[in-house]
């Protein structure tokens, strides 16, 4: 038997919703912990990666980045209303308002990082869009920005810095156990 949270329209919702900065690690320890807790995994940026068959990078730079936002908000949206197992967003996705709605009532972990450690785990090169330029300056001054957010979001969150994913996957894990969200998805 599962229990899910109810924030969901229709009595849907994701076992966890991951959030986090660029180099967090929201990715990695998803898939993690779609082992521990016997259930999906679904990453929005991967989604829309496929759905589209463009790289973010390359929507952002044809198409702008209200485009992408267009697209993210979507698949955030059909995510998080059928989605049941454990769900990744990109690092912007919660600065949304209609996204920040449907995270209510959801069981949101914000995976914390400083720059030390996500400089690391994603160098800081052309991929990232809205890193492109000056790299380290910008990714502070977007978590000065979404911290907050991501803060108020959150029901659980875990400091992933110096840490390995299967470590981080495993604190999450038992956070979002406790919060009653067990077993394989039916």
């Known amino acids: 038997m599962v229990t899910r949270p109810t924030g969901a329209p229709g009595g849907a919702a994701p076992a966890a919703v991951v959030i986090g900065p660029p180099g967090a690690g929201k ?41 992408f936002r267009d697209l993210e908000r979507a698949e955030v949206a059909r995510a998080l209303t059928q989605e049941t197992g454990v769900v990744a967003l990109g690092g912007g996705a919660p600065i949304d308002a209609a996204t920040r709605v449907l995270l209510a009532g959801q069981v949101v972990v914000f995976l914390d990082v400083g720059i030390a450690d996500a400089s690391k785990r994603i160098g800081f090169d052309q991929s990232r869009p809205l890193l492109s330029i000056n790299p380290r300056a910008s990714w502070i001054a977007m978590m000065n920005e979404r911290r907050p957010v991501y803060l108020a979001l959150a029901r659980h969150r875990v400091d992933t810095a110096g840490r390995a994913p299967q470590e981080v996957a495993e604190e999450v894990a038992a956070l979002v156990q406790g919060d009653g969200v067990t077993g394989a998805t039916p």
């Not at 016997?38 to 589209?52: C, L, N, Q, R, S």
């Not at 929507?59 to 209200?66: L, P, R, T, Y």
């Open 27 to 67: 990715t990695v320890t998803g898939k993690a912990l779609e082992a521990l807790l016997g259930t999906a995994f679904h990453d929005t940026d991967e989604a829309i990666v496929a759905a589209g068959g463009r790289s973010i990078a390359d929507i952002f730079v044809d198409d702008g980045e209200a485009a």
